[in-house]
């Protein structure tokens, strides 16, 4: 199993303003899998992708990736552990404005030693032409798509989504999704995809909900839709 999460807890504040946002989660998703995890607002989607990606960390429990316990790890090993593992797509894009997009790119490019084909990438996600743009002078798709593009170079085993398609409209939607689904089956990388979009979950392996902070549906996907077909976006 390459992601196994068990009994994780996690809370915030303390005396009246303590809120527990994860009661003991426990989940597995086998290498290669694409998996959703949703869940209404403050069900604790966003705070489980962060505590994997060890942007946050936990009260207890464990997570291990590829067999590697991440719980505990700090500072160098930390950072090693997120720049030799993780690509993370944000939402909101987190470009760098004052670069442009092959620079955005090339950010992450030099984390690694093995980095994917720039120009492959650039073709894949449909930016050739736009390599040379600033983020400003760019759609929200495309803007996405080098966030995309940015998360992949390093070449991650372990793509981290949080909320990827939130901030744009359905036609732009479906694209990226059927670009992560190309990535998925291109690359054989592992997909974590927060969304509160509950036709995403029909394209993926692997469904996951949070409610309260605790897994409600924990279930494999028998029947797939390809992207291109999910409706609803």
């Known amino acids: 199993m390459y992601v196994e999460v068990s009994n994780i807890k996690k809370s915030y504040g303390e005396g009246g ?14 290498q290669g899998e694409m998996c959703v995890i949703q869940g209404t607002s403050g069900s604790g989607k966003s705070t489980l992708l962060n505590c994997i990606g060890g942007l946050d960390r936990v ?32 939402q909101f894009y987190n470009l760098v404005p004052n670069l442009t997009v092959r620079e955005n790119i090339q950010v992450c490019e030099y984390l690694t030693d093995e980095p994917l084909s720039m120009e492959e990438l650039l073709e894949v996600l449909g930016l050739t032409e736009h390599a ?5 002078q760019m759609s929200g798709g495309q803007q996405q798509r080098c966030a995309i593009a940015r998360a992949l170079i390093k070449n991650p085993k372990l793509l981290l989504c949080d909320e990827p398609t939130g901030a744009l409209d359905s036609k732009t939607s479906r694209d990226i999704l059927v670009l992560l689904e190309k990535i998925n089956a291109r690359y054989g990388t592992t997909m974590l995809i927060v969304t509160h979009n509950n036709s995403i979950k029909n394209m993926v392996d692997h469904v996951i909900y949070l409610k309260d902070g605790e897994i409600s549906k924990n279930y494999r996907n028998e029947k797939k839709t390809a992207a291109a077909e999910l409706e609803d976006l």
């Open 59 to 90: 009260d207890s429990g464990s997570i291990r990736i590829d067999g590697n316990e991440i719980v505990g790890l700090k500072g160098e090993a930390l950072s090693d552990y997120r720049r030799d593992n993780l690509g993370f797509i944000f």
């Open 17 to 30: 303003s303590y809120v527990q946002v994860l009661k003991g989660v426990s989940a597995e998703v086998e």
């Open 132 to 136: 040379d743009k600033f983020p400003s």
